[in-house]
């Protein structure tokens, strides 16, 4: 996968999803269970449920994507774009405290990813 199919699921799973994955105390989790239903952070939703199972922390989410990867300085940047993806809804998560708020902020912050990364942001996303 790269860059731009990464932040493309992210970016739109998320949105879909329309609230973030916080645990009870409000920490970011790749995946939790709220109401009866499954919530998946913006990289869980990227991982299939295979890799998210043995994901402890963004570092294993880090190694997925960068596996792969033999170039050192590649490897780097690949590191720094997963977690920016990943900064982008924790950030708005922990600022919205998972409220309404949370998939506008969540949006801002992954347009920011992609001036950064130099991906597309999607023309259909408002």
């Known amino acids: 996968m790269n860059k731009q199919e990464i932040f ?3 970016l739109r799973k998320t949105i879909a999803q329309g609230e973030p994955s916080i ?3 409000g920490t970011p989790r790749y ?3 709220k ?3 499954e919530l998946r952070c913006a990289m869980g939703h990227v991982l299939n449920d295979e890799q998210l ?3 402890g922390n963004i570092s294993g989410a880090e190694e997925i994507f960068t596996k792969d990867i033999t170039d050192e300085s590649e490897i780097k940047k690949m590191q720094n774009f997963v977690f920016s993806i990943q900064t982008a809804h924790d950030l708005a998560a922990q ?3 998972g409220g309404e708020l949370f998939v ?10 992609a001036t950064n990364f130099n991906l597309m942001f999607p023309s ?3």
């Open 8 to 10: 493309d699921i992210a």
């Open 23 to 25: 645990d009870t105390s």
């Open 31 to 33: 995946k939790v269970l």
């Open 35 to 37: 109401d009866g239903k």
């Open 53 to 55: 199972a043995n994901v």
């Open 95 to 97: 600022r919205s405290r």
């Open 104 to 113: 506008e902020t969540f949006k801002k912050k992954m347009s920011d990813v």
């Open 124 to 126: 259909d996303i408002k």
